[in-house]
C-alpha cells in the first residue's frame, strides 16, 4: 500500500520567508510525528499528534514553528520568518494504533530538504 | 547527558564478521525500544522491535537490558547491505519517541 508521502521533497528559500511544508501519513494510521535532522546528526523530535488527543509540542524549537492536522490525516509543519540554522532534513512519520498493529511503531516518508539561504 | 546515547562508530567489519552496537536511555520509566536502520539521503525504515525477552529476526538480534537501562542490536554474518547508519529509539510515554544520533556500520568485502 501507499507509504508515508511529504512534499515538497526539496525546498529553497530566502531567510525571513515563510514556508510550509506538508505531510500524508499511511491511511488509518491515527499518530503523525514530525522530526528534524541536520546533516549528519540524529533526528530531533519535533511534535506529535494522536488521534483527537491535543498535540505533543515539546519539541518545537521556537514559537517560528508550528503544525496542524485537518481532519486526522494530512498534517502541515509552517516555519515562520525562516533562519539559516532551520536548514535540514524534516521527517514526517505515522503509525498505527489499532488491534492488531503495533502502534508506536513508526513509518517515515521521504523527507523534505529545506534549504534556507 | 542525552536521553537516547549511541557510539557514532563508525565500526568496519569485514563481511561475515558479527558486530554489535549498544544504545542507553536515561529514562528508567521508558517503554518501548526500537532499532531502525538510515541508509545515506534516505529516510529511516524499522529494523526491528526490541522486547523484554530479546527477539531474533533472521541475522539480527536484539536485547532489552532494563537493569542497565540499554538495548543492543547485534548482527551476524554482516553483508555489504548491512552497511547502514543504525538509530535506536525510546518510548517514554505517550507517543513521544527520542531517536539516538545513530552508529554507522561500514562492511567491507
Known amino acids: 500500500g501507499a507509504g508515508v508521502s511529504q512534499s515538497p521533497s526539496n525546498k529553497v528559500t530566502e531567510k525571513g520567508k515563510d514556508v510550509e511544508l506538508r505531510c500524508d501519513p499511511i491511511s488509518g494510521h491515527t499518530a503523525l510525528y514530525w522530526y528534524r535532522q541536520s546533516l549528519g546528526q540524529g533526528l530531533e523530535f519535533l511534535i506529535y499528534f494522536q488521534g483527537n488527543s491535543a498535540p505533543d509540542k515539546s519539541g518545537l524549537p521556537s514559537d517560528r514553528f508550528s503544525a496542524e492536522r485537518t481532519g486526522g490525516s494530512v498534517s502541515t509543519l509552517t516555519i515562520q520568518r525562516t533562519q539559516q540554522e532551520d536548514s535540514a532534513v524534516y521527517l514526517c512519520?505515522?503509525?498505527?494504533?489499532?488491534?492488531?498493529?503495533?502502534?508506536?511503531?513508526?513509518?517515515f516518508g521521504p523527507g523534505t530538504r529545506l534549504t534556507v539561504t | 547527558r542525552k536521553e537516547v546515547e549511541q557510539d557514532p562508530g563508525p565500526f568496519n567489519v569485514p563481511e561475515g564478521a558479527t558486530v554489535a552496537f549498544n544504545c542507553t536511555y536515561s529514562n528508567s520509566a521508558s517503554q518501548s525500544f526500537f532499532w531502525y536502520r538510515q541508509d545515506c539521503r534516505k529516510e529511516p525504515k524499522l529494523l526491528m522491535s526490541?522486547?523484554?525477552s530479546g527477539n531474533e529476526d533472521g541475522r539480527f538480534t536484539a536485547q532489552l537490558n532494563r537493569a542497565s537501562q540499554y538495548i543492543s542490536l547485534l548482527i551476524r554474518d554482516s553483508k555489504l547491505s548491512d552497511s547502514a547508519t543504525y538509530l535506536c529509539a525510546v518510548r517514554s510515554g505517550g507517543f513521544k519517541t527520542i531517536f539516538g544520533a545513530g552508529t554507522r556500520l561500514f562492511v567491507k568485502a
Open positions: 512519520a505515522s503509525s498505527a494504533r489499532t488491534s492488531g498493529q503495533a502502534p508506536y511503531e513508526q513509518y
Open positions: 526490541v522486547y523484554s
